[in-house]
């Protein structure tokens, strides 16, 4: 089964600084899911990266999904507090596989 | 409903007792999927249904656990004889198909303790 190693597990950055959350996958990607979660609460759909190469951004989140389909990337320019929480990727497994897994996911602390 | 319900928001029971978790997902949505998330962890896949059909029940851990749901509506989830180690919040999504590609809309998850 596929599995998806996400790093770091905790991250904590001062307002404004910029980072980045890795996501490895054990298998090729068919389809790259970024999720949003605070604590308590659902999870917020980010973006979806389906092509080796692809980019996308939504205000100051950018994610990419690399060439080989195999890694994901999410960068955040000039954190915000707003930025914190919990940071989720997900992932189809191809073929018939619509069982959407899960990595273990990312804290994201932003201190003003 | 404009987003995926889910009922109650938070539930406290007594080892041993049964108890059921209720998923209203988008109207139209024929996906639905029950995830597990315990705390510290990520999330854990449970079951996954096409309609009123469940294709994968692999990520149910045990015989305690069953869902079942109605056309492409509702969805129970039914923990038997809860355990302490069942603590965690159950989180359903919904959509719109079997597409491989197609965004997941969460509910705001169950928050479930077993004491």
């Known amino acids: 089964s596929q599995e998806l190693e996400q790093s770091p597990q905790s991250l904590i950055v001062q307002e404004g600084k910029n980072l980045t959350i890795n996501c490895t996958s054990s298998k090729t990607l068919y389809g790259l899911y970024w999720y949003k979660q605070k604590y308590g609460e659902g999870l917020i759909f980010l973006m979806m990266l389906q092509k080796g190469g692809e980019e996308k951004s939504h205000e100051k989140i950018t994610a990419k999904l690399d060439e080989k389909k195999q890694q994901s990337s999410l960068h955040i320019t000039a954190s915000q507090p707003s930025h914190a929480g919990i940071y989720l990727c997900?992932?189809?497994?191809?073929?018939?596989?619509?069982?959407?897994?899960f990595g273990k996911g990312t804290l994201l602390t932003v201190n003003p | 409903g404009a987003g995926v319900s889910q009922s109650p928001s938070n539930k406290v029971t007594e080892k041993g007792k049964d108890v059921e978790l209720r998923c209203d997902p988008i109207s139209g949505h024929t996906a639905l999927y029950w995830y597990r998330q315990r705390l510290g962890q990520g999330l854990e896949f449970l079951i996954y249904f096409q309609g009123n059909s469940a294709p994968d029940k692999s990520g149910l851990p045990s015989d305690r656990f069953s869902a079942e749901r109605t056309g492409e509506s509702v969805s129970t989830l039914t923990i038997q004889r809860t355990q302490q180690e069942d603590s965690a919040v159950y989180l359903c999504?919904?959509?719109?198909?079997?597409?491989?590609?197609?965004?997941?809309?969460f509910g705001q998850g169950t928050r479930l303790t077993v004491v």
């Open positions: 999504a919904s959509s719109l198909g079997t597409g491989q590609n197609t965004e997941a809309f």
């Open positions: 997900g992932a189809n497994s191809g073929g018939s596989n619509y069982k959407l897994t």
